[in-house]
């Protein structure tokens, strides 16, 4: 195995979607890939500018905001299970504006109509319960609920 057929097969993965150093270095474990071959493959890539943590974590934090909305904890937390160091994931988070309370509100909004028969006190119990489950501070879900109702 050499330093080609290990760029040719990392080009062609980076060719469906960008990845992380991290998760690079997994798959090419994975396919029993040298060590010294893989920081050199590594090196390659950051040094061609087509993998960068930074770049990919801000992409990911914006399209799970459009797509999936979470609270920043869980965003922090997918993105270190991601392989983004705690530096990058922060400075990404900073840079990418995260309103939590809107995103409460379109949680429950989508939810709404599993609790709208309750009554008002079993409606909020649930509400709070289940933004709690999706990662929210106590704080967002009163501000968000407020907002709502």
Known sequence: MDIKNVLSALYRLLGRRPYTEHQLYEW??????????QREAVK???D????NDYEYACAFIR??????PRSIRVLRLELRKKGIDKQTAE????????DEVMHAQRLISSKDWR???????EYKRKVFEYLMRQGFSGDT????MNVDN
Not at 48 to 51: A, C, H
């Open 115 to 121: 609790w709208k028969a309750l009554d008002k006190a």
């Open 28 to 37: 090419m474990t994975r396919r029993e890939v040298p060590e010294d071959l």
């Open 91 to 98: 400075k990404a988070l900073q840079s990418v504006e995260v």
């Open 141 to 144: 879900i009163k501000k968000a």
């Open 48 to 51: 061609m500018k087509l993998v």
């Open 44 to 46: 390659k890539l950051i």
């Open 63 to 68: 399209t799970r905001n459009l797509m999936k």
